[in-house]
């Protein structure tokens, strides 16, 4: 009894030594309540897997939603460092946190309906959502926004599929992936769902175009085309100064899409700058008619681009959306052959089956 004594009270995190100041209300975690409070907190998942939200607890009490350990080291955790996105507050707390540098975006809900629900391929279907009301749009390329469903009690989270500035009033478009035994996929493969109310919110996420100069070093895998094309079409939109290359990797030509897509935007890139788009498919049958690039994805960046001199890895951002098997292996690959690691940026795909206590 005397253990649920202030589990229904709100409690204020005083951020920084006084920098920003928030009230977590009962129920809520710390990230959301800082991320509500247009507090630019850096994140990604926001389910405890990749540890970008953590932090340090200098005073105060907390309650732990998961168990650390899954990301955070014995060191780590002995320094008092948490993971704000599964935290909730027992007391008054101090907290420290380098904060990031990108611009902080107002969270906002809608209601809307689908639109549109295509397939892209077997697998992968491009989800339209239509907003009610005075739409702002107001996420970079590369972020994502939440979707729910009534049936469903978790929101998935999907990247944007366009540049938000590219996209109609009102409209989200999303890359969906079919993930076996997934609620909300399965649901939504399923039978036509166009006229289903669903509610957005969003933007999250630190996925986004550096303003940098460097070359860009692109890979993706699945439904992780759709931040990668994004931040692609928003690049060639504000004519960046930047050479590009995008590598896509996909079992078959079945599993190819976009490409169409990626002639256009070759097509309005900047003209000082080269921009290639190579699908490079590692499931493809020998005897078939495909004589593009085949293997692993990050086999072949090494040895078409790396081992050949055409990129110097070490004066090169990466940008990598998909997979975590193979964003790992692309961060393995970067780093080896001399890309800063600070200079790799990257969104996992998870599913809610890979996340920890699933949902």
């Keep these: 009894m005397f253990g649920l004594f202030g589990a229904n009270k709100d409690w204020q995190a005083t951020i920084n030594g006084g920098e920003h100041s928030v009230t977590v209300k009962a129920g809520d975690n710390l990230l959301n309540a800082a991320l509500e409070a247009g507090i630019p907190w850096p994140h990604d998942c926001r389910v405890g897997s990749c540890s970008t939200c953590q932090c340090t607890l200098k005073s105060g009490k907390i309650k732990p939603l998961t168990d650390f350990s899954y990301v955070l080291d014995p060191d780590q955790l002995k320094s008092g460092k948490?993971?704000?996105?599964?935290?909730?507050?027992?007391?008054?707390?101090?907290?420290?946190?380098?904060?990031?540098?990108?611009?902080?975006?107002?969270?906002?809900?809608?209601?809307?309906?689908?639109?549109?629900?295509?397939?892209?391929?077997?697998?992968?279907?491009?989800?339209?959502?239509?907003?009610d009301g005075d739409v702002d749009h107001s996420g970079m390329a590369g972020q994502y926004s939440e979707v729910k469903i009534e049936s469903i009690e978790e929101p998935r989270s999907y990247s944007y599929a366009k540049a938000p500035k590219q996209e109609k009033q009102g409209e989200f478009t999303f890359y969906v992936r079919l993930v076996p035994n997934g609620k909300f996929t399965e649901w939504l493969f399923a039978e036509d769902r166009v006229g289903e109310a669903v509610k957005l919110t969003g933007p999250y996420g630190q996925f986004y175009r550096r303003d940098e100069d460097s070359t860009m070093v692109c890979i993706a895998g699945g439904s992780g085309m759709s931040?990668?094309?994004?931040?692609?079409?928003?690049?060639?939109?504000?004519?960046?100064?930047?050479?590009?290359?995008?590598?896509?990797?996909?079992?078959?030509?079945?599993d190819l899409y976009c490409v169409d897509d990626m002639v256009t935007i070759g097509s309005r890139w900047n003209k000082d700058n080269s921009f290639e788009f190579v699908p490079v498919l590692n499931m493809e049958p020998e005897d078939s008619n495909w004589d593009g690039a085949r293997g692993l994805v990050t086999d072949y960046l090494k040895s078409a681009y790396v081992d050949t001199g055409k990129i110097n890895m070490s004066e090169a951002q990466g940008y990598l959306c998909g997979p975590p098997p193979m964003i790992d292996a692309a961060i393995d690959v970067m780093v080896d052959q001399g890309m800063n690691k600070e200079n790799i940026f990257f969104d996992k795909f998870l599913d809610a089956s890979s996340m920890p206590g699933g949902r």
């Design 82 to 131: 948490i993971l704000a996105c599964q935290t909730r507050l027992k007391s008054n707390v101090e907290i420290e946190v380098e904060l990031s540098d990108a611009p902080a975006v107002e969270l906002k809900s809608y209601d809307g309906q689908i639109i549109s629900a295509k397939n892209l391929t077997h697998d992968i279907k491009e989800l339209v959502i239509k907003c």
């Design 227 to 254: 931040a990668i094309k994004a931040i692609l079409e928003d690049s060639a939109t504000q004519q960046i100064k930047r050479d590009c290359l995008f590598l896509f990797g996909a079992r078959t030509q079945d």
